[in-house]
T-cell receptor
Framework: QQQVKQSPQSLIVQKGGISIINCAYENTAFDYFPWYQQFPGKGPALLIAIRPDVSEKKEGRFTISFNKSAKQFSLHIMDSQPGDSATYFCAASMEYGNKLVFGAGTILRVKS | KAGVTQTPRYLIKTRGQQVTLSCSPISGHRSVSWYQQTPGQGLQFLFEYFSETQRNKGNFPGRFSGRQFSNSRSEMNVSTLELGDSALYLC????????????FGPGTRLLVL
């Protein structure tokens, strides 16, 4: 029940295209769903996060879509750029909890 | 504002040794969490400290321990190192206990030979 399942494992997108990464969870006690971006040799950096009372959140080219009934959420990267090439992790945590449960990660490559 | 800093950045140890890693959170942040990142297991939560007290613990053996000092700086220790402990150890800081917004440091890459 603690798992967060992430897909796909890797993704290749053309410059200007839309990158879509999906995550699913089982534990309905999860209350906070962040996405992190990690470049080689760096720690994960918080991109955007959402709570279950909102179905969509947009920040610049990054959008989270959240489906509470299906227990799924996804990250959309619009107008993908080569600089977006990185590993993306979805995560979840419970209310007032710092224990993040991470998905396995998606390696995104944006071809120019 | 400076980010989370971790020292050392790289470390090579042999089996059976012990190691101590250090983390300085963002100024003003009082909660520190530790994660282990490996290719096989991904990112896994180790423990969280707030006000010098361990608040939460992941599913790791007792060889993994940590502490937090009054200035919020934290250390984690791994005793009797095993080959499988080779990993990137990440520290994350947040403003207060239970604040889900966590900012990660660059990590300490530990190689156990």
């Amino acid at each position: 029940q603690q798992q967060v399942k992430q897909s796909p494992q890797s993704l290749i997108v053309q410059k200007g295209g839309i990158s879509i990464i999906n995550c699913a969870y089982e534990n309905t006690a999860f209350d906070y769903f962040p996405w992190y971006q990690q470049f080689p040799g760096k720690g994960p950096a918080l991109l955007i996060a959402i709570r279950p009372d909102v179905s969509e959140k947009k920040e610049g080219r990054f959008t989270i879509s959240f489906n509470k009934s299906a227990k799924q959420f996804s990250l959309h990267i619009m107008d993908s750029q080569p600089g977006d090439s990185a590993t993306y992790f979805c995560a979840a945590s419970m209310e007032y909890g710092n224990k993040l449960v991470f998905g396995a990660g998606t390696i995104l490559r944006v071809k120019s | 504002k400076a980010g989370v800093t971790q020292t050392p950045r790289y470390l090579i140890k042999t089996r059976g040794q012990q190691v101590t890693l250090s983390c300085s959170p963002i100024s003003g942040h009082r909660s520190v969490s530790w994660y282990q990142q490996t290719p096989g297991q991904g990112l896994q939560f180790l423990f969280e400290y707030f006000s010098e007290t361990q608040r939460n613990k992941g599913n790791f053996p007792g060889r993994f321990s940590g502490r937090q000092f009054s200035n919020s700086r934290s250390e984690m220790n791994v005793s009797t190192l095993e080959l499988g402990d080779s990993a990137l150890y990440l520290c994350a800081s947040s403003l207060v206990e239970g604040d889900e917004t966590q900012y990660f440091g660059p990590g300490t890459r530990l190689l156990v030979l």
